[in-house]
């Protein structure tokens, strides 16, 4: 934060982890793996306080978040592998649906469990805007 500017600076990573509870199984017989999460959803929404600038919206692409310019505020910075299927942008809240394939697979099929999924995005803060003395009304609520 810089109090004297009222503005935010820097980016927030934001990761996404689960563990599969299926062990390896390399050489199983018979095994039945993961060969795709299908859809691993989240919602991203500004406290009060802070929005997206004017004019913000999904990129043409459809994978990240940008300003009137094209600026990038929201994106993905690692997949696993995924891609991402849905994203939306309402008022302050950023809603999206990725799906991340089993990175293991000969013919489409699984040969061993997938990895842990571990996805990560970044929020670029210095882009949002802060209501009038956002700072100041912050520090005090401390």
């Known amino acids: 934060m ?3 500017i009222n503005k935010l600076e820097g980016t927030l990573d934001y990761r996404i982890t689960a ?6 199984g390399v050489g199983d017989t018979g095994a039945i793996w993961t060969d795709h999460v299908g859809e691993l959803s989240d919602v991203l929404t500004l406290p009060d306080g802070i929005s997206f600038p ?3 919206k999904v990129s043409e692409d459809g994978v990240s978040v940008v300003d009137s310019n094209g ?11 995924g891609t991402v299927t849905s994203l939306t942008l309402d008022g302050k809240t950023v809603t999206y649906k990725i799906s991340v394939p089993n990175q293991y697979m000969t013919d489409g099929v699984p040969t061993r ?6 996805v990560s995005a970044s ?7 802060l209501t009038d003395n956002y700072i100041t009304v912050a520090a005090e609520k401390k």
Not at 19 to 24: E, I, Q, R
Not at 71 to 81: A, C, E, H, P, S
Not at 123 to 129: A, C, F, I, M, R
């Open 2 to 4: 810089n109090g004297k």
């Open 19 to 24: 563990n599969s509870m299926n062990p390896c």
């Open 54 to 56: 004017e004019g913000t």
């Open 71 to 81: 600026n990038v505020i929201f994106q993905f910075t690692d997949l696993q592998g």
């Open 113 to 118: 469990e997938q990895e842990h999924l571990n």
């Open 123 to 129: 929020l670029d803060v210095s882009k949002l805007v």
